[in-house]
């Protein structure tokens, strides 16, 4: 959804990194983004433009004079688009772009271009680290460019090191933070997510259904839409959401430790793990063996994170989740006002297209004043930006309201 009828300039230098540009283009693509691509004369040395334009269904840009050039589009392709991306982006054009050169289609562009820039490096790992081209990103930074670091793996020049274009998701990834509202921007969001593993000995635990997938599509959203956003996992497969500082915790208790170490500096909490209850009283050292005809475990029970955070409460905005087989509304309200909630976003999780492990999930979004929001089926990350969105009007209300005070 980020990117449906989002308008992108990719622009490809002369690297052996080019050919990764056509994909990075398919997945834009793939997403409904319309791309428009201009290469360097010697971009077309290592892939040719008649390949983007496959892709694109566009005319690929070349050459500021001559009979391929459009009037006027050295000023214009800058200015038209919702965000540029230059991929692979080499030492050349770094330094170009530094210095405020205009020597080709590419450069002009750039420097008429009034859009959002996502400057993605991708060179021999020396040339990457001569204080030269370090300088000239640095200068590119300054001036409110978006840097990504170049990954480190084997080089096509045999180097070992930082230096490689970024995997095509990655960059998809930090282009979409470009193309969102930044309604988020300047606040510090904490987001919890997954199940909890509670040991009964070094090989079974108790655990639950979820797979982390809501809360990482918050954490994922949150950070496209500006914020600094901590993610406080539970164990699942899921991979760290690029952007998004990621801590890996095991239990309940662990959880609880890690959100309160870093509620104070929080605006937002989410807390949309599903945190275990109950805990084995006594978790044995050794494996227990398989020795009697019956067993029993005595459990106790978890610290409520929520709970614990509410007295900690200057001004966070707190939001929970409830995920119930029945009396939905009522069971989330209790909770919002146990727990002392800003929000509930509340999910039955009787349907098997809503809730635990799928990609989809149907919620409620009850605030603590107002009336609730039923939103139909939607993606997680759908879900994830309608949550948001309140939580910024939230945050909002806050800050005039403090203003004002
Ligand atoms: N929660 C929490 N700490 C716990 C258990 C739950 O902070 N030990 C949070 C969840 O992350 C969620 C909200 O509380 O945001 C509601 O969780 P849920 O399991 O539905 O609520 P419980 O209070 O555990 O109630 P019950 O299991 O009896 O329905």
Redesign the pocket.
């Known amino acids: 959804m980020v990117f449906a009828g989002k308008r992108i300039l990719l622009g490809v230098s002369g690297g052996i990194a080019a050919y990764k540009a056509a994909e990075l283009v398919r997945r834009l693509v793939g997403l409904s983004a319309r791309v428009k691509v201009v290469m360097t004369r010697s971009a077309q040395e290592f892939v040719g433009p008649l390949t983007f334009q496959a892709l694109t269904g566009e005319k690929v840009a070349t050459a500021m004079f001559g009979p391929e050039s459009e009037p006027l589009e050295h000023i214009s392709l800058g200015q038209e688009v919702d965000a540029i991306v230059l991929a692979p982006a080499t030492a050349n054009l770094i330094g170009k772009l530094a210095g405020g050169l205009g020597d080709d289609l590419l450069t002009t562009i750039m420097l008429a271009a009034t859009k959002p820039v996502l400057l993605c490096p991708a060179m021999n790992v020396e040339m990457w680290a001569n204080p030269v081209v370090q300088g000239n990103v640095a200068r590119l930074q300054g001036r409110g460019i978006t840097v990504m670091e170049p990954a480190s793996g084997s080089l096509a020049c045999g180097a070992v090191g930082l230096g490689r274009l970024p995997e095509p998701d990655l960059i998809v990834e930090a282009l979409a933070r470009l193309v969102s509202p930044q309604d988020l921007a300047g606040y510090k969001v904490l987001v919890?997510a997954g199940p909890t593993h509670e040991d009964f000995d070094p090989v079974r635990f108790l655990t639950n259904r979820s797979s982390g997938k809501q809360g990482y599509a918050l954490a994922r959203v949150a950070w496209r839409r500006g914020a600094a956003v901590t993610l406080v996992s539970g164990p699942t497969a899921l991979a760290a959401p690029y952007g998004v500082n990621r801590v890996m915790v095991r239990s309940?208790r662990d959880m609880l430790a890690a959100v309160r170490e870093r509620f104070v500096e929080a605006d937002a909490l989410l807390?949309?793990?599903?945190?275990?209850?109950y805990r084995p009283t006594q978790a044995e050292i050794l494996k227990i063996k398989r020795c009697h005809e019956e067993m029993q475990f005595h459990l106790t029970q978890?610290?409520?994170?929520?709970?614990q955070m509410a007295p900690k409460k200057t001004r966070q905005i707190v939001v929970?989740?409830?995920?119930?087989t029945h009396d939905l509304e009522a069971?989330a309200r209790r909770?919002m006002q146990?727990?002392q909630l800003d929000l509930i976003v509340a999910n039955d999780v009787n349907r098997p297209d809503s809730g635990f492990q799928v990609d989809t999930n149907e919620v409620t979004i009850i605030p603590r004043e107002g009336e609730p929001v039923s939103l139909p089926l939607l993606s997680k990350e759908e879900v994830a930006a309608k949550i948001l969105e309140v939580v910024a009007g939230l945050l909002k209300a806050r800050d005039w309201g403090t203003a004002g005070a």
């Open positions: 919890t309940a807390m949309a793990a599903a945190v275990s209850d978890n610290a409520d994170i929520l709970k929970g989740f409830a995920a119930e069971e909770k146990e727990k």
